[in-house]
């Protein structure tokens, strides 16, 4: 399967969604403090991995 950015973006975007479900569905924090703060953190974190991921595949195909 090939991976391109809109693609990748997308189940980054989903994996999100579904996480905020989760919390969202257990009640474990007000809906607030989920929406305002933990999404937003969850997103920044899976940007900066996905990121971090692609440039260590870059270096990783460059040096094989």
């Known amino acids: 399967m090939e991976f391109d950015l809109p693609r990748a973006a997308a189940i980054l975007v989903l994996i999100v969604a579904v996480g ?3 919390l969202i569905g257990a009640e474990m924090m007000p809906l ?9 953190s969850m997103l920044v974190f899976g940007g900066l991995a996905f990121a971090i991921g692609v440039k260590h595949g870059e270096f990783r195909a460059g040096h094989a």
């Open 32 to 40: 607030q403090t989920t929406l305002m703060m933990v999404v937003p």
């Open 20 to 22: 905020a479900g989760g």
